[in-house]
């Protein structure tokens, strides 16, 4: 079964850079078609799309973050990453990493998620 | 920018059958999925690819595509079937390969 689980700090201030580990358990992300990404949910409101990473070794980015996203791999370590560079308090939000096996655009396996708060 | 479009909230009583909708212009190429959220819980993939129940899902989640709109529909609800239910897709163009609708909130009678 794969299991995925994220880590990294819980606080940071306005204008740091936010850094995600997501290690996956259970798999090689080497293996099978992955589509890898990272999903944020701000408290009270809704799921949306960070970014993703594709087992082609392409990566996508939101429109709305593109700017101030950078998402990468470590197959080596069954890990993948996310920075997000200028956070603001409407950064603060469960970060959750999810990821397909099959090469479709979607996530059938997530992590527990993460609370990152900014303050200012 | 891509949009999918829910109602708010949806109610059923038990044992009744809540359908819940997600309309978008790319939905006629492109396939969606349907994710449950629990209280306080990551999301659960209920529904891939319009219509296919994943492992473990039960029977009573079912998912139908026609034209721009996406359908859940429970069969039967049961009161652990309280939820938010999201739907999620991409837009034609590629700027966007995931997409979310802004979630559906079930509320059991």
């Known amino acids: 079964q794969l299991q995925l689980q994220e880590s990294g700090p819980g606080l940071l201030k306005s204008s740091e850079t936010l850094s995600l580990t997501c290690s996956v358990s259970?798999?090689?992300?080497?293996?099978?078609?992955?589509?890898c990404g990272w999903i944020r949910q701000p408290p009270g409101k809704g799921l949306e799309w960070v970014g993703s990473y594709s087992y082609t070794g392409s990566t996508f980015y939101s429109p709305s973050l593109e700017s101030r996203v950078i998402i990468s791999v470590d197959t080596s370590k069954n890990q993948f990453f996310l920075k997000l560079s200028s956070v603001t308090a409407a950064d603060t939000a469960v970060y959750y990493c999810a990821t397909s096996r099959n090469g479709y655009k979607h996530f059938d396996y997530w992590g527990q998620g993460t609370l990152v708060n900014i303050s200012s | 920018s891509y949009e999918l479009t829910q109602p708010p909230s949806v109610s059923v009583s038990p044992g009744q059958t809540a359908r819940i909708t997600c309309s978008g212009k790319?939905?006629?190429?492109?396939?969606g999925y349907w994710y449950q959220q629990k209280a306080g819980q990551a999301p659960v993939l209920v529904i891939s690819?319009?219509?296919e129940r994943p492992s473990g899902i039960p029977e009573r989640f079912s998912g139908s595509s026609s034209g721009t709109t996406l359908t859940l529909t429970i069969s039967g609800v049961q009161a652990e079937d309280e939820a938010d239910y999201y739907c999620q897709s991409s837009d034609d163009y590629g700027s966007a390969p995931v997409v979310f609708g802004r979630g559906t909130k079930l509320t059991v009678l």
């Open positions: 690819q319009n219509s």
């Open positions: 259970g798999d090689s992300i080497r293996n099978n078609y992955y589509f």
């Open positions: 790319a939905l006629p190429k492109q396939y």
